[in-house]
């Protein structure tokens, strides 16, 4: 290590130790000791701990600008990267943008694929705030291509591209991708590292792609913790309505809708919200019968989705089309042969129910098996 250049690291961060609150003085100290002796890792540790507590972000760019990018090349650069964003979080959008790019330029790409992404993932949330959408699609297009070279990928470089996926497709209104990728997301990170106001944004965004998108299975979310943090708060009609729709519970649906007005992109989507209801209805109806029973009437169907008659055989043609039913209609009889319903996650309520149907089924076969042990005294040897 170049004699001149320690005593200027040395000289800085005795400078810095001294103007800092009294609590981070003792970072500094051992900055300056891990740095002299070398000790790469330790130093690179020790500035992650410092980096991530929230109180330094004043002055993590003076430190990243003058400490850190001089040694950048010894550390790890996966987390070079990391310390890198976390000092650009003072910064405007502008400013950080400039210093990604000039970033991700002393980034070889072959030889360090897991940083070189890390920084373009993060080029990508800027262009995203920046409204092109045109160039955060190109950049998610390439990272995706890097990650699927990478032999092991870490964590935190699945969460920032899940991360900046789900918001690019928030933006271009693509809700079942949106809800796909925010899932990916939110499997990636520690929840308690997210802030209370994130982990209820996400979760009205996810129940608002979960109703509007083509999703007819809800059961991920429901499942989700995130989504029950909606419960208690002024939103909590919001994961009522959507734990409704997910059983094609029409009552309940019918009193949530008072509360519609709370969130213009539903509001504007009211004839969209009856129809998927009433298609959940028919999953729901079709799901609480046995296999060998599946033949129903369009008078049962419109009567368990409210609707008239004439619209039932339309409303089965969707259900058809988008593959939650397989089956075969009678249009003369007025009936439908259903064959398959389309596999579900199961809620609680679901799962006691078919708890309950096998209970009857094993009563059936046991009776059965009565029945033919008695028929059969005398004849079975």
Known sequence: MDTEMAVSMSNFLQDQAARAPEQFQEYYFAMEDLYERKLWKQLTDKLIQFFETPETIPLRLDLYTNFVSAFRSNINQLKAVYIALKAFESCSNEEAFRNLTQLIEGIDEEKFKDAYVYALVAIGRIKLVFNDLDAARDILIKSDKLIERIDYVENIIHASYYSVSADYYKAKADYAQYYRHCLLYLSCVDLEQLSRMEIEERAIDLSVAAILGDIYNFGELLLHPVFQVLVGTHNEWLHDLVVAMNVGDLAKFERLMAHINKIPLL???????????????????????????????????AKATRIPSHEVELLIMRALSVGLITGVIDQVAQIVNISSVQSRILNHAQVASMETRLREWNQNIHSLSNIVEASGKGVFV
């Open 267 to 301: 509001q504007s989507s009211v004839g969209l919200l009856g129809q998927k209801v009433r298609l959940m209805a028919l999953i729901e109806l079709v799901f609480q019968l046995p296999p060998n029973q599946r033949t129903l009437t369009f008078h049962t169907i």
